[in-house]
Nanobody, 122 residues
Framework: VQLQAYGGGLVQAGGSLRLSCAAS????????MGWFRQAPGKEREFVAV????????SYADSVKGRFTISRDNAKNTVYLQMNSLKPEDTAVYYC????????????????WGQGTKVTVSS
């Protein structure tokens, strides 16, 4: 599975962005997908994950109620809608995939996109 993340950019605090992650491969619909982020000088952290069916999701407490993860298996794409952005959301955002059930640990994801940078100005 190859992943291509895009949609990052510069936005003011309170604004919105939608990240997309396009996947190649016929097995996308059987893979759990996740978004993780890494801020400068910090370790990569979990943001949101979604089951292969799209029926189950989980979010980090820091983004709950502001971010929404979704997927379109017909388009082999997973999305991260980010609203009410804060300066502390500034990071490089990575999409990742794994077969089977989703997990909050990035160490269990086998496939990674190249990352897309999100900068939120105050």
């Amino acid at each position: 599975v190859q992943l291509q993340a895009y949609g990052g950019g510069l936005v003011q605090a309170g604004g919105s962005l939608r990240l997309s992650c396009a996947a190649s491969g016929r097995t996308f619909s059987s893979y759990a997908m996740g978004w993780f982020r890494q801020a400068p000088g910090k370790e990569r952290e979990f943001v949101a994950v979604i089951s292969w069916s799209g029926h189950s999701t989980s979010y980090a407490d820091s983004v709950k109620g502001r971010f929404t993860i979704s997927r379109d298996n017909a388009k082999n794409t997973v999305y991260l809608q980010m609203n009410s952005l804060k300066p502390e959301d500034t990071a490089v955002y990575y999409c990742a995939s794994k077969p089977g059930a989703y997990n909050l640990s990035d160490r269990l994801y086998a496939y990674w996109g190249q990352g897309t940078k999100v900068t939120v100005s105050s």
